[in-house]
């Protein structure tokens, strides 16, 4: 049994095949900063990563809830997510396609 990653054998494999998509993704984008690389690699969401490399995270794949603001300068977005299982919330800001803050509530 893997003693790093608990769950069924089906979530594990999607967990391996999420890790398989993000080591592919940093493959294929050799311009990305040493720490995105590095914390893509390492199943981590920081500041300053694109919606696409969140995308990339099976549980920020497609957010339930946007709301979007754009001005003449940049287009702003919030996604929401609210995870029944755990009963917890979270907040993701983007300001012109790039990962600024993230709340819990």
């Known amino acids: 049994m893997d003693t790093l990653f ?3 054998e089906k979530t594990r494999t999607a967990y391996a ?3 398989e998509a993000r080591e592919k993704y940093v493959k294929e984008h050799p311009e990305l900063s ?3 690389k590095e914390q893509l690699l390492h199943g981590c969401i920081i500041r ?3 919606k696409e490399q969140v995308r990339l995270f099976s549980q920020f794949s497609r957010p339930p809830d946007k709301i979007r603001t754009t001005t003449r300068y940049r287009a702003d977005e919030m996604w929401i997510y609210n995870f029944k299982d755990s009963n917890q919330r979270i907040i ?3 300001k012109s396609n790039i990962l600024v803050e993230w709340k819990y509530g």
């Open 6 to 8: 608990q769950g069924t």
């Open 17 to 19: 095949k999420e890790q």
């Open 34 to 36: 040493p720490e995105i």
């Open 48 to 50: 300053g990563m694109t």
């Open 92 to 94: 993701l800001y983007f």
